[in-house]
């Protein structure tokens, strides 16, 4: 069974929306505006995407990388490896960055099924909730950053349910006061 990953920039009070500038949203950029860049916080990015051997992603976000990611020479890895879009709306794939079209949560569990590596998956804060709801995330890769934002797009859902226990596999504290925090989900 593969493992389905969460690969978030978030804010200490959990707002995960546009991180890098996306338009629509007022903090948008906060990843990078009055936060002092420490090269030593993404390297384990890249470590993420050796490690990782396929994509899924919500539509939106789809739609917001395709467009951008592959030509960006950092993210060579990712624009290598198989995407898996959720959407129920999306008709076809971009086809500067081909993906597969998956219609349901249930084709997420089927494809954790599947031969191969962990699953990676990038943005996508409504997939997320959506994937944790049905238990399906396996591990959380957080890069917690020193800011409140209020209002924005959430990591972690809001919907009454079991809890779920968490247990911390890696962490680091950068110069800037990013945290690096890893969790596995206990099963």
């Known amino acids: ?23 629509g949203y ?14 030593a916080v993404y390297e ?19 739609e ?3 467009p951008v990611w592959p030509s960006m020479e950092e993210f060579a890895g990712y ?10 709306t999306l008709e076809q794939d971009d086809p500067r960055w081909p993906a597969t079209i998956l219609r349901s949560l249930g084709d997420v569990a089927e494809l954790k099924q599947t031969d191969g590596g962990p699953i990676a ?8 909730r959506n994937l944790a709801d049905a238990g399906l ?18 990591l972690f859902s809001g919907a009454d349910r079991d809890k779920t226990m968490l247990r911390l596999v890696e962490q680091q504290t950068y110069s800037n006061g990013i945290q690096k925090q890893v969790y596995d989900v206990v099963r």
């Open 64 to 66: 917001a990388f395709a």
């Open 1 to 23: 069974m593969r493992d389905l990953i969460v690969s978030a920039f978030m804010s200490l009070d959990g707002v995960v929306e546009a991180p890098g500038g996306e338009p």
């Open 137 to 154: 995330i396996d591990r959380y890769n957080l890069l917690v950053f020193p800011v409140l934002l209020g209002a924005g797009k959430r």
């Open 44 to 62: 384990g990015k890249g470590q993420e995407q050796e490690e990782t051997s396929a994509l899924v992603m919500g539509r939106t976000s789809y």
């Open 26 to 39: 007022r903090n948008a950029g906060w990843t990078f505006r009055d936060i002092e860049l420490d090269p």
């Open 121 to 128: 998956i990038p943005g996508s804060a409504t997939l997320i």
């Open 79 to 88: 624009n290598a490896m198989p995407r898996y879009v959720v959407s129920t």
